[in-house]
């Protein structure tokens, strides 16, 4: 139990962050290039990937390079916990404005087509 316990609070303090809430949002569509996070969330690129590189440290977000895109993706759930974060972050698009905005922006993004 006390190894899960830093673990949790380090989960918790990443989904604090609205910028952090938003970009592990869009990923529960599936795995995304950076340039298109940061076109979603407009927010410059050294900003989403410091995020991005937070969530990774905090285990929520796996990472793979392509040529010279970055590609974010979530973790497979692993804990009951890590399982229940996931839903809770699931469900609470519409206590959060920002995130039914990034949604139709990210349907917007997938009829025009992707940048990379």
Partial sequence: MA?????AEL???????????RLLYLLLEGE?????????IQVPQPTASRHLA?????????????GLWMYYSLVPVKTTFHKNLMRCL????????E???????????????RCC
Avoid: H, W
């Fill in 54 to 66: 937070y969530l990774r440290k905090a285990g929520l977000v796996a990472t793979e390079k392509r």
């Fill in 11 to 21: 989960k918790f303090r990443a989904i604090s962050d609205r910028t952090r809430l």
């Fill in 99 to 113: 995130l039914r905005q990034d949604k139709a922006r990210l349907a917007k993004l997938k009829q025009s087509g």
């Fill in 90 to 97: 699931a469900s609470c698009s519409e206590e959060v404005p």
């Fill in 3 to 7: 190894n899960t316990l830093p673990n």
């Fill in 32 to 40: 995304m290039c950076v340039c298109d996070l940061v076109d979603i």
